[in-house]
């Protein structure tokens, strides 16, 4: 088991047609609470997996780093993220 170091987080798992995200949240000494959705991804589909981020006040989210998903992230999310090759 991690040893939890964020109230807020996601992990993101990107496939072909569907991302499928994991919010946790709570604090650092409890077990946190866990949220599942998965969104398409298409730029609605992006925008709306943006705006529920940011409802859940998320502070860190982690995801697999393909080239092709990379520039997208960036292109949709409007920021370069740490690690970013360009």
């Known amino acids: 088991m991690l040893e939890v170091k964020v109230e807020q987080c996601a992990g993101i798992d990107v496939g072909k047609k569907f991302i499928d995200v994991c919010v946790l949240i709570g604090p650092v000494n409890r077990k946190p609470a866990e949220e599942v959705r ?7 589909d992006l925008e709306a997996l943006r705006a529920w981020l940011k409802e859940k006040a998320c502070t860190e989210v982690i995801m697999e780093k393909h080239r092709i998903v990379l520039e997208t992230g960036i292109q949709h999310f409007g920021r370069t993220v740490q690690g970013d090759p360009r």
Do not use: D, E
Not at 38 to 44: A, L
């Open 38 to 44: 998965r969104f398409g991804t298409h730029v609605g």
